[in-house]
């Protein structure tokens, strides 16, 4: 006896009245309200503890209400979204007024940043040579003192000592002159002194590579952060006006 399969059940289509419209805006402004929620913890994360006056501080923070941009300015359009048929109350228009010029004052800082960002740019900048320059100047006064010591010693066993505290190749032969053996120190502190000076041009070259791309972004970012939020004021400016012909 074969068994009869069930009869598949087909599910109506689902129509997206107007009742089903008003809640998915309902949704897009509840998940709105949790990205400045959100944003709120970012931003005190970033502000806190404060170290004022201290440009490496203030670089990054800055950077990191660039990258962090992008959850207040989402929370916020998501926020005034409403449809035709939507009733905004006498509250929620207080409260959405409140916000549109709240848009605008977080504009405005975020341009205000910006004089704050190149001068802290050109302040790493200058930081970056100067520490490059102390370097340079410790490096070069390493050198004379332990060419004066070199010059000082004469006997084979002290070169021997003093090639040993140096971690140099010592491969001194009886036959080799203690003037041979000393000039061959004299080569490898040399050769040292380059290696270590090329070592410390090129962190610095990639010191500064690193600091112009960071500021370009951070810069640019704050340029861009600024024109979003004072368009989003100005995209919004239904809520400050009683005649909605716009």
């Known amino acids: 006896m074969k068994i009869q399969k069930p ?41 806190i503890p404060p170290r004022l006056t201290d440009p490496v501080w203030e670089f990054q923070a800055i950077g990191q209400m660039v990258d962090h941009v992008w959850s207040p300015l989402l929370g916020l359009t998501f926020i005034f979204l409403y449809n035709q048929t939507s009733i905004v109350k006498a509250r929620q228009v207080s409260i959405l007024k409140f916000l549109s010029w709240f848009s605008l004052a977080i504009g405005i800082f975020y341009l205000l940043l910006l004089p704050l960002g190149i001068n802290n740019s050109l302040t790493l900048y200058k930081n ?4 490059f320059t102390n370097q340079q100047a410790q490096q070069q006064e390493q050198l004379q003192k332990i060419t004066e010591n070199l010059n000082g010693v004469k006997s084979p066993q002290e070169l021997n000592n003093l090639a040993n505290s140096l971690n140099l190749q010592n491969e001194a032969g009886s036959s080799q002159s203690p003037q041979d053996f000393k000039n061959k120190i004299s080569q490898q ?6 290696n270590t000076l090329s070592t410390v041009k090129a962190a610095n070259r990639q010191q500064i590579k690193n600091l112009v791309k960071d500021a370009v972004r951070i810069n640019l970012g704050v340029i861009i952060s600024g024109v979003c939020f004072i368009t989003l004021w100005n995209l919004t400016r239904w809520t400050r006006i009683t005649n909605l012909d716009i």
């Open 7 to 47: 009869e598949k059940l087909f599910k109506k289509p689902i129509e997206i009245t107007e009742a089903v419209e008003k809640r998915s805006f309902a949704l897009l402004r509840f998940l709105g309200c949790v990205l400045l929620i959100f944003s709120l913890i970012d931003y005190l994360g970033i502000f």
């Open 128 to 131: 970056i040579n100067a520490q």
């Open 189 to 194: 502190i040399q050769t040292v002194a380059q």
